[in-house]
C-alpha cells in the first residue's frame, strides 16, 4: 500500500456519538475522521489493535455510553492543541498511520436538502431537510444539496494536497452526505477541477441507499455532475452487476465527463451492497497503472 495517502473527509455528521460531542463542545464531527485513521493504521498487530481502541464504543447507561473512544481521543487533542488538523497528525503519529488524514474544512458544517416525497400525502411537494443524520433516513428523493453556512472555507492543507496530488479519488459513500459534499466547499471544488492530477469517480456497488432511492448508476454521476459542472474525471470505476442494463448509457454519460468506463467486480461475493476492500484496491491499481504515463517533457 502507499504511504501517501491523503483522505479528506466531511465534517458535517451531526448524529450518534459525533451529534453529541459536536453540540456540547463545539468541535468538528470526530466520527468519520476516526474512521479514516483507524482504516489508514498500519497492517500489524499494533495498527489493529489501535484500529479496535479507536472504533470501541462504550458501553454502560451513564453519560458516555455509545461514544467511540476516539472520538473521545481526537476532542482531547484538539482541546490540547487548539488547531485540528495537527491534533490529527498527533493521532495519526500514535497509531503510525499509513497517509494522513485532514478535515475539508475547519468548521463544523450542515447539510441541508431538497427533497420530494417526503411527505406520502402529497409526493410532489418539495421539502427542505436540514442535517445530515436527517437527510441520510428521509423516506424521499433527494434533488438537491447544499452546505450550511454557504461557501465555508476549506482546509490549506486538503486545497494543497489536492494540488499536488497525482491521483484523486471521489466515492465510494453515500452520495449526497459523504461525497458530494466536497464539491461545495468552493476553494476543495476549485481544486479538484484545477488539480493536474488524473482523476477517478468510484460508483457504489449498492445504489438504492435511502439518499438515492430510485436513481440508476447514470443518475448518479448526472447528479454529481450538475452540482460541478466544470469537474472532469479520467476514470469512473462502476461493478458490472450494477451497470447491467444500463451500460451503454453509462458509458455515454462518462464519455461526457471524458472519463473512461471502467467495468470491474469490486463487490463482495456474499454480501449485498459493500465493496470488497482488496477487489477494490486491485482495481485502482490496475487503471493506475495501466494509464498512459504523463509527458515529462510537457510544459
Not at 85 to 95: F, I, N, Q, T, Y
Not at 116 to 121: L, M, R
Not at 167 to 192: C, E, K, N, Y
Amino acid at each position: 500500500m502507499s504511504e501517501r495517502i491523503t483522505a479528506i473527509v466531511t465534517v458535517a455528521d451531526d448524529g450518534g456519538s459525533s451529534g453529541r460531542l459536536r453540540e456540547e463542545f463545539d468541535i468538528l464531527p470526530p466520527g468519520d475522521l476516526r474512521m479514516a485513521i483507524a482504516a489508514l493504521c498500519e497492517d500489524t498487530s499494533w495498527g489493529h489493535q489501535w484500529a479496535a481502541v479507536l472504533q470501541h464504543r462504550l458501553g454502560g447507561t451513564g453519560e458516555l455510553s455509545g461514544h467511540a473512544l476516539g472520538n473521545l481521543l481526537l476532542m482531547s487533542l484538539w482541546e490540547l492543541a487548539d488547531d485540528p488538523v495537527r491534533a490529527l497528525d498527533v493521532a495519526g503519529r500514535l497509531l503510525n498511520i499509513r497517509g494522513r488524514v485532514l478535515p475539508m474544512s475547519s468548521v463544523p458544517l450542515d447539510i441541508e436538502a431538497s427533497m420530494s416525497g417526503v411527505d406520502p400525502t402529497a409526493p410532489d411537494s418539495e421539502v427542505t431537510v436540514r442535517g445530515q443524520s436527517a437527510v441520510a433516513g428521509s423516506d424521499g428523493r433527494v434533488l438537491g444539496v447544499r452546505l450550511l453556512p454557504e461557501d465555508p472555507p476549506a482546509t490549506k492543507e486538503a486545497v494543497e494536497a489536492i494540488t499536488l496530488a497525482d491521483w484523486v479519488i471521489l466515492g465510494p459513500g453515500s452520495w449526497f452526505t459523504s461525497v458530494m459534499p466536497h464539491l461545495l466547499v468552493p476553494d476543495l471544488r476549485q481544486a479538484i477541477e484545477q488539480t493536474p492530477a488524473r482523476k477517478i469517480l468510484t460508483l457504489n456497488v449498492g445504489l438504492h441507499d435511502d439518499e438515492t432511492e430510485g436513481f440508476s448508476a447514470s443518475q448518479h454521476v448526472e447528479v454529481m455532475s450538475a452540482h460541478a459542472p466544470d469537474l472532469k474525471f479520467d476514470y469512473v470505476i462502476a461493478d458490472p452487476k450494477v451497470i447491467r442494463a444500463e451500460e451503454d448509457v453509462l458509458r455515454g454519460v462518462c464519455s461526457d465527463l471524458g472519463a473512461k468506463l471502467v467495468i470491474s467486480s469490486v463487490s463482495k461475493i456474499n454480501t449485498v451492497g459493500q465493496h470488497d476492500t482488496l477487489r477494490l484496491a486491485a482495481a485502482y491499481r490496475d487503471v493506475m497503472s495501466s494509464a498512459p504515463q504523463p509527458d515529462l517533457w510537457e510544459v
